[in-house]
Structures are given as C-alpha cells and as structure tokens.
C-alpha cells in the first residue's frame, strides 16, 4: 500500500511520538519500579499500585478526551499530552515518599488519557475518517517497538545516572521530542470527520447501527478481556513459561520473541488483512492466544515458542483492531468519545490484571492461562455474533 508523502510524514510523526509516550509512561514501572520502591523506602506493590491508579484516571478521562478530540481535532490534546506528561514525569523524579509518588502516576495517567493509542487513533480517525485504517496500522508499527527501545534506555540510564534522573530526562524528551511533533506536524481540526457524517446519510446503516448499544457491549467486552491478558502476560510471561516447565533461559528467550511476533502480526494486518473488514483480523487475532495457551498446557515446554509467537502475533493484530473495528463499524463520527466508552473497562481489566493473575499462578501455575482461554473464547463468540452486524464499511 502506497501513502501519499504528507501521510507519511504525519505517520511517522505519530509513530514516533507514541514509541516515546509508551516508553517513558507505561514500560517505565518495568524497570524503575524495583529502584524507586529501594530510595523511596515502599513496597514494590506500591509503586504498580501507584501505576494501577494512573490507568484508572485514565480509564475514567478517556471520554471527555474523546468527545474533544471529536470537536476540535487531535493536535491541542496530543501535545497538551507531552505537558501533562512532562510534569507527571518530572513529580515522580522529585518525589519523597508516597504522596508524591501518587501525584506523579495520577498526572501519567491523565497523560495517557490524552496521548496515547486511543488519542492518537482518533486523531487520524478526524484527520483521514474512514481512510484512517492504513494510517492506525502504520504508527502501531512504529510505536509497537517502544518496549525494544525504551526499555535499554530506561535501564542505561538508570544504572548511569539513577532513577530520578532517568525520569528528568524523559520528561525532557517530551519537550524537546514529542511536543514539537505532535504539535507541528500533526494537522489541526477535524474537517474529514464532518464530511464523511454527511456522507453517510446516503449510506445505509448496517445491523450494527440500528443496534449501537448491544454493538458498543460486546466490543467493549472484547477490548476488555484482551487487554486484560496483554497486560497479564506482559507482567508474568516468563514465569509462566517456567511454570510451565521451561528452563528460565528458555523462558526469557521465548518471551522476547512475543515484540518481534507482534511486529509481524502487524505487518500481516498492514499487507494482507487490510484488504478484508477488521472483524475477520479481530477474530484471526483473538483465538491464537487460546490456542497457543492449549499447546503449552497440553504439551508443557516444548510448545512454550510457539505459545510466545501466537500470543505476540495476535496481541499485535489486536491493538490495530482496537482503532480500526470501532472505526469500520460507526464511522468516524463520534470516535474519540466512542472510543473512550469502549476503551474504559479495557483500563480497570488491564489495573486489575497483573495482581490477579499473580495470584492464579501461585496456587495453579501454568494452568492459571485457563483463565485467559476462556476470556479469549468468550471474546471470539462475542465477534462471531457481531458476524452481520456491520456492514457500514466494505473493505
């Protein structure tokens, strides 16, 4: 698929500007959790409580962001994003006990709320309506490296200058880096988004929007449980893995595989898939965790790089599913509130997963994925029964 050059440049502008609000927000606790529970004198659980208390902020501002976004375009809020983000940041690095370190995740995740996927996919959505899909695939290519590179940098500068200072230090780049692309490169209002709504007054609505609340439930639903086990298996994998028989290295070289597994499921989506409505990659998606989870818990270590490259290939495909099935659905109309709507339990799930999924491997082990089967399976019934529902767009 070939962009205009004026796509691309917003593309990797976007791109770019999530791989650094994804790094330097949500990979952060990965690596600075442990050394700012040490200097800060707390448990550990308390700087990911913390965290978890950021992504409900989030949860609860990501439809008032939404509708905004839906009036008056992307641009002010992404890099209003960066300020939010820069301060959150810049708390956490001067923080002196828990107070301050509560203040510091809360202002992140009002950040997040404004500049991360939904934010930007419903930047685009306004920008480019119902031509958006190429344009949501192509920055969670980008951005779907952000763990790869930040996580080394987060831990370069960790051991060289100290926690605080890698917070300062990030806090710079979203000043320096990521206001002035989202900012100056990123184009303002929404113009298209008005356009296509009156377009479709000539368009016959689908299944799916004379049904709009039972259509909103189920994929609320299945943004929800999938969210849940990203989050779940991004926190525990490599124990997992172990406890599922696998050597620790093997463990750890399995579950490095699932960034690269991602990159590829998105590409797949990018070349192949965009060629057919998002359903049938949400679907495609949605049952290769399940299926790889079966494989690990019926054939133990063996099966623990295919369960890793399944997992990755389909959680990739999912997070672009997660911008473009709301968009194919409802039009662009309304996205970035509706998308708030739907994203919303996606944020509590995904608070709530890594304690309680600690919690199933410790009295089951491997067998705790059973759980994430059946949130996958119900999750793929909920897509198969949105079979007909959604004719608006045909791909």
């Given at each position: ?146 763990s790869t590179i930040c ?132 679907r495609l998606a949605i ?109």
């Amino acid at each position: 698929m070939i962009m205009p050059a004026k796509q691309t440049r917003v593309i990797v502008a976007l791109g770019s500007a999530q791989t650094l609000a994804w790094g330097s927000t949500y990979y952060l606790p990965a690596i600075l959790a442990v050394p700012m529970a040490h200097d800060l004198d707390v448990p550990t659980g308390m700087v990911f409580a913390a965290f978890s208390a950021g992504l409900m902020v989030s949860a609860c501002l990501g439809p008032l962001v939404g509708r905004r976004i839906d009036r008056f375009g992307g641009r002010g809020v992404l890099a209003i994003s960066n300020l939010v983000f820069a301060t959150g940041l810049a708390v956490l690095g001067a923080a002196g006990g828990a107070g301050m370190l509560f203040t510091g995740w809360l202002l992140i995740g009002a950040g997040m709320a404004m500049g991360l996927y939904e934010a930007a996919f419903s930047t685009l959505a306004g920008i480019y309506g119902r031509n958006a899909r190429g344009a949501i695939t192509g920055i969670t290519l980008i951005a779907g490296l952000a763990s790869t590179i930040c996580w080394p940098i987060t831990a370069y500068l960790e051991a060289e200058v100290g926690w605080r200072m890698a917070c300062f230090i990030w806090a710079m780049a979203h000043l320096v880096i990521g206001l002035p692309l989202n900012r100056l490169v990123v184009p303002s209002g929404s113009q298209s988004v008005a356009r296509e709504s009156q377009d479709m007054s000539h368009t016959p609505p689908g299944r799916g929007a004379e049904r709009p609340s039972l259509t909103m439930a189920l994929l609320a639903f299945v943004f929800a449980v999938t969210w849940f086990t990203s989050t779940a298996m991004a926190t525990h994998l490599p124990l997992l893995l172990q406890e599922a028989g696998a050597s620790p290295a093997v463990a750890i070289g399995a579950a490095a595989l699932v960034g690269p597994a991602q990159v590829a499921g998105r590409l797949l989506e990018f070349g192949i898939l965009q060629r057919f409505h998002p359903l049938l990659s949400a679907r495609l998606a949605i049952v290769a965790h399940p299926l790889g989870a079966l494989m690990v818990i019926a054939f133990g270590a063996p099966a623990v790089i295919i369960f890793a490259l399944l997992h990755g290939a389909g959680n990739g495909i999912l997070t672009i599913a997660k911008g473009t099935l709301p968009l194919a659905i409802f039009g662009p109309s309304g996205y970035g509130f509706r998308q708030g709507l739907l994203m919303a339990p996606a944020r509590f799930c995904q608070a709530g997963a890594p304690f309680l999924f600690a919690l199933l491997i410790e009295r089951y082990g491997a067998a705790a994925l059973l759980l994430s089967i059946i949130l996958g399976l119900t999750g793929l019934a909920a897509l198969l029964s949105l079979t007909s529902t959604s004719k608006v767009e045909h791909a």
